[in-house]
């Protein structure tokens, strides 16, 4: 069975920083692309960063040059480090990995950005 374990979140202030991780279990995920989304209340579900097999990343508009991600496949962890936080970055963020038609979502980790 395959499970996502994210860890991280939490509270900080406008321009601080916050780190995530997701670790999944139950394969081997080496061929697998894993990113992060994160939800605000009310909103869609968007797309924060992602990085695929060979570690090519690609980042969400409102995110470029302040949140960076990144891969331990030996640890099957997926990691975001998010910097200069701004408050619209408040939502419940959620790891995801995907291989062709088959994906897999994390339950979720709140960040909250208030000063």
């Known amino acids: 069975q395959i499970q996502l374990a994210e860890s991280g979140g939490g509270l900080a202030q406008p321009g601080g920083s916050l780190s995530l991780s997701c670790t999944a279990s139950?394969?081997?995920?080496?061929?697998?692309?894993m990113g992060w989304y994160r939800q605000a209340p009310g909103k869609q579900r968007d797309m924060v960063a992602s990085?695929?097999?060979?570690?090519?990343?690609h980042y969400g508009d409102s995110v470029e040059g302040r949140f960076t991600i990144s891969r331990d496949n030996v640890k099957n962890t997926v990691h975001l480090q998010m910097n200069n936080l701004e408050p619209q970055g408040t939502a419940v963020y959620y790891c995801?990995?995907?291989?062709?038609?088959?994906?897999?979502w994390g339950k979720g980790t709140q960040v909250n950005v208030s000063s």
């Open positions: 995801k990995i995907s291989q062709g038609l088959n994906w897999y």
């Open positions: 139950g394969s081997d995920f080496t061929a697998y692309a």
């Open positions: 990085i695929t097999s060979s570690g090519k990343t």
